[in-house]
């Protein structure tokens, strides 16, 4: 396990809720934010604030090469060949959206498929069923084993010839499945299809290597890996980027600008339209900092002796139900439940009464709720300041609530 000393570097941490001291399960959707991040913000307000690439003044210079060195970082965190590759976006979703209005509309033509999965957030629903609607293109579903994993075979037997995208989450953000992505990927080669990935719930997590994996595309968030909210990544291999229009046009992505006609600049800013999130940028490279003084290996390690733990403690309360894999070898520190007896946001709101943050609803994933049979569900998401005395928490909170809502039983 980590060293609990970490949660004394997330101040928010150090607070009470209703009485309690604050039990936060909720970093599948947000995670909290470091003093180092906080800082590194903060000081480029203070001290660099300036607009990037144009001035030749001292602060556009440093406030250039903290943007640009964010992207160095992000190059190195996924293992990219090319900074060129690595495009600054508002987020997991605006990537995602810059791949199917891009490439997508360019490369997708009537009666050709794109192919996702039951388990995916509606981010990686929704453009490919837009695109799918725009093209006449046909939108296919890998189908989920029972216990929410995904079978080779199965997605074998949906994608063809026909297909030209296939786009799946790394990470799920209810079951906390650990996808194939790099033999789904080669699946999807063999058919000459695209590999898109969602790696919002993996980013964060455990060590991301694009090269090995050879996706072609790659989207997370700066927010749910320590970093600030409104900055993103959209990685793309260097050929295929090139080969793809803008979909925002306006200053900072032209080269040359006619009365008619205008052109754009080269990789990766003809993709980063207006001016940039730069504190955003800085703040994502002081989180990259920090996670990786860590490590990746060391954190995905925690978060699974995390889960294998919150699970076998789940096992011993009647009528609870874990979606997703029971075998913590399979999933990350991701886990969705119900009890039976209690709406979900019934026990969310009993939890946060003892100063326990989980998450309840659909969490964006509507169609794998049908996929459950459910119409919503409990979440308790960990990361590197989550403890097993939170775990303990969790289950003390869990028998309150059930023994409230079923004091009649």
């Known amino acids: 396990m980590l060293n609990k000393d970490i949660r004394k570097h997330f101040p928010i941490l150090g607070q009470e809720i209703n009485?309690?001291?604050?039990?936060?399960?909720?970093?599948?959707?947000?995670?909290?934010?470091?003093?180092?991040?906080?800082?590194?913000?903060?000081d480029y307000y203070k001290f660099d604030n300036s607009n990037v690439h144009r001035g030749v003044h001292t602060l556009g210079n440093r406030a250039t090469e903290a943007y640009e060195g964010a992207r160095d970082k992000v190059r190195t965190f996924i293992n990219a060949k090319s900074r060129e590759e690595i495009i600054f976006t508002r987020g997991t979703t605006t990537a995602l959206n810059i791949v199917a209005q891009s490439y997508g509309r360019a490369n997708v033509d009537e009666g050709d498929e794109i192919v996702i999965t039951y388990m995916e957030h509606h981010s990686n629903i929704i453009p490919w069923q837009q695109l799918a609607k725009e093209k006449g293109a046909v939108l296919k579903y890998v189908e989920l084993e029972d216990d929410g994993t995904l079978s080779l075979d199965k997605v074998r037997e949906v994608v063809t010839d026909r297909t030209k995208i296939v786009s799946i989450m790394h990470v799920s953000n209810v079951l906390g499945t650990i996808n194939p992505i790099k033999e789904i990927t080669e699946i999807a080669h063999a058919h000459g299809a695209v590999m898109v990935v969602d790696g919002a719930q993996a980013a964060p997590h455990l060590k991301v290597d694009v090269e090995s994996l050879n996706c072609d595309f790659y989207a997370f968030s700066g927010h749910k890996m320590a970093g600030p909210t409104g900055i993103g990544v959209l990685y793309g291999k260097k050929g295929l980027l090139n080969a793809m229009e803008p979909v925002e046009f306006g200053g900072e992505m032209i080269d040359f600008v006619g009365l008619y006609e205008s052109t754009w600049k080269e990789l990766p800013w003809k993709f980063e339209g207006g001016t940039p999130i730069i504190a955003g940028a800085v703040g994502l490279g002081?989180?990259?900092?920090?996670?990786e003084e860590i490590g990746l290996d060391n954190i995905e390690r925690h978060e699974?002796?995390?889960?294998?733990?919150?699970?076998?403690?789940?096992?011993?309360?009647?009528?609870?139900?874990?979606?997703?894999?029971?075998?913590?070898?399979?999933?990350?520190?991701?886990?969705?439940?119900?009890?039976?007896?209690?709406?979900?946001?019934?026990?969310?709101?009993?939890?946060?009464?003892?100063?326990?943050?989980?998450?309840?609803?659909?969490?964006?994933?509507?169609?794998?709720?049908k996929w459950l049979d459910v119409s919503a569900t409990a979440r308790a998401s960990f990361y590197v300041y989550n403890t097993e005395e939170d775990v303990d928490r969790l289950v003390d909170g869990l028998q309150i609530a059930k023994e409230y809502f079923n004091d009649d039983n």
Do not use: W
């Not at 002081?286 to 996670?291: F, K, Q, S, V």
């Not at 969705?336 to 326990?356: Q, R, S």
């Open 304 to 369: 699974h002796q995390l889960a294998a733990y919150a699970l076998e403690r789940f096992a011993k309360i009647d009528g609870l139900t874990v979606y997703g894999p029971l075998d913590a070898d399979k999933r990350a520190g991701v886990i969705t439940f119900n009890v039976e007896g209690v709406h979900p946001h019934d026990l969310a709101t009993v939890l946060d009464m003892h100063g326990i943050a989980v998450r309840a609803g659909h969490h964006c994933a509507q169609p794998l709720m």
């Open 19 to 42: 009485g309690h001291p604050l039990v936060y399960l909720d970093s599948a959707a947000t995670s909290q934010k470091p003093t180092q991040v906080i800082d590194a913000i903060s």
């Open 286 to 291: 002081a989180a990259i900092d920090y996670l």
